[in-house]
T-cell receptor, first 117, second 115 residues
Framework: AQSVTQLDSHVSVSEGTPVLLRCNYSSSYSPSLFWYVQHPNKGLQLLLKYTSAATLVKGINGFEAEFKKSETSFHLTKPSAHMSDAAEYFCVVSDPYSGGGADGLTFGKGTHLIIQP | GAGVSQSPSNKVTEKGKDVELRCDPISGHTALYWYRQSLGQGLEFLIYFQGNSAPDKSGLPSDRFSAERTGGSVSTLTIQRTQQEDSAVYLC?????????????FGPGTRLTVT
């Protein structure tokens, strides 16, 4: 079975400072991993995905994430936060062989990112 | 191109009434998923359709919930005899199920409020 743990339900940073959203996973196989962002009253938008091609993955809006197999982590970072980054962020693990109901996708519970002016 | 669309965007209904929520997936996407997002909760998987295969209904919370997908395209999620705990945002996603990994494309959701 696979699982995803987002270690912080809320993260608050000041505009212009770095962002770190933490995600740990467990999976029986070599999973694929995603980060999605959800702005208020919007659907989920893909930020980036890890497909084993490179451990450091760059996404949209200046976000990036590093896959660390030894730590089973896929933390999301951004060097400098912007007010428009305020949103809910979901870490997702994908393992089609897991037989999970969502076609092998397991969602974390989300991290609410707050940007202080 | 056009993304996943859902209607209505907001729905307010009285307890005990039936509601239908609609999802139009991206053209050509073979897979369609329904999720429920309650306040302060993550995404809860409800049901998954893939091509002409029987849907995976393992996430439906009760027999009041049902869904169908006509012609491999549009899907309708029906909730019968709504209860207040059904209040949530219902998200639909579709996927071409190609590439590695499969990526899901989400609609904006329908916010259901049961009074």
């Amino acid at each position: 079975a696979q699982s995803v743990t987002q270690l912080d339900s809320h993260v608050s940073v000041s505009e212009g400072t770095p962002v770190l959203l933490r995600c740990n996973y467990s999976s029986s196989y070599s999973p694929s991993l995603f980060w999605y962002v959800q702005h208020p009253n919007k659907g989920l938008q893909l930020l980036l995905k890890y497909t084993s091609a490179a451990t450091l993955v760059k996404g949209i809006n200046g976000f990036e994430a590093e896959f660390k197999k030894s730590e089973t982590s896929f933390h999301l970072t951004k060097p400098s936060a912007h007010m428009s980054d305020a949103a809910e962020y979901f870490c997702v693990v994908s393992d089609p062989y897991s037989g999970g109901g969502a076609d092998g996708l397991t969602f974390g519970k989300g991290t609410h990112l707050i940007i202080q002016p | 191109g056009a993304g996943v669309s859902q209607s209505p965007s907001n729905k307010v209904t009285e307890k005990g009434k039936d509601v239908e929520l609609r999802c139009d997936p991206i053209s050509g996407h073979t897979a369609l998923y329904w999720y429920r997002q309650s306040l302060g909760q993550g995404l809860e998987f409800l049901i998954y359709f893939q091509g002409n295969s029987a849907p995976d209904k393992s996430g439906l919370p009760s027999d009041r919930f049902s869904a169908e997908r006509t012609g491999g395209s549009v899907s309708t999620l029906t909730i019968q005899r709504t209860q207040q705990e059904d209040s949530a945002v219902y998200l639909c996603a579709s996927s071409p199920r190609t590439g590695d990994p499969y990526e899901q494309y989400f609609g904006p959701g329908t916010r259901l409020t049961v009074t």
